[in-house]
């Protein structure tokens, strides 16, 4: 089944294109509407294709104004190749600032690989899936903790056993040089509703990037998501120069462990900054109880040693909560 989205964006034409996805939605107000999802094709001639995503979710900011930035600003004459950008790719979560579509709840990267007749999120997971992908040959899809987890600025490449992909993830973690880089676990393969299980379902090399969070933006997390896409646009031959940095630290998150999750509703205070590097049963934080404000708060403790890459950035907790997580030394 062909996706019911259209664009007026030829792909295949060169110079600067700034246009919309139409994904069809008849609503109370709008019988025969479509939803706008922003979307930009900077081509010149034949090379390869980059595709660019911030605004999976819609509460990560940094993406979505790194993105906009090159679309707007990146004389396509100067490239060699394609980029495809969807700079605010789940349109109606980023007009919401929050994570999920209002439309639908959905969650665009728990949506792969979508469907042409489903909710708006899933429709456009399916074209994402079936249009663009087919078309890329590097995917950057630059996420954040959102408004409720806050980052230490992080690559994150989706564990694979094939050799030559591995290989060639390890070598764009290493190009696109975030200050931390995690290698996923074997664990984590068995996730395929994301957009990076999409990008390797069809050959794909993809990074997620975390930059920061905290429902904000950073002059920091800015810097790094600028210059670590355009390291990956030189990288690929799109264009010729970029500035070089420090290397990157190659981590693991090895397995659930590194992850700390709440036991009780209460109020967090955490009491280790990112960046720490924790032992195995050293607090995390403490949870202090709402409705009964003297009874002793509840310390959560780290279940591995490691260096805390993420931790929540909201006070308020609920039971399961994901409190923050470490990454671990590659072993
Ligand atoms: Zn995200």
Redesign the pocket.
Known sequence: MPSRITTDIDFDRDGRQLSFLRLPHSSNTSGYGWIPIPAACLRNGPGPTLLLVGG??GD?YEGQITVGEIIRTLDPALITGRIIALPAANFPAVMAGSRLSPIDQGNL?RSFPGDPDGTPTRALAHYIESVLLPMADILLDL??G?ASMVYLPTALARGTTDAARAAGLAQLLHVFAAPVSVVGSPAGMSENRTLEAAAERHGVLNLGIELGGGARVTPAALAIARRGVRRVMRHMGLVADAEDGPPTEMMEVSSDACFVYASDWGLFEPLVELGDDVREGQPIGRLHSLETPWREPVEERFRTGGRVVCLRARGRSERGDCLGHVATARG
Do not use: A
């Open positions: 999976n979710h990560e990267n996420h954040s959102g």
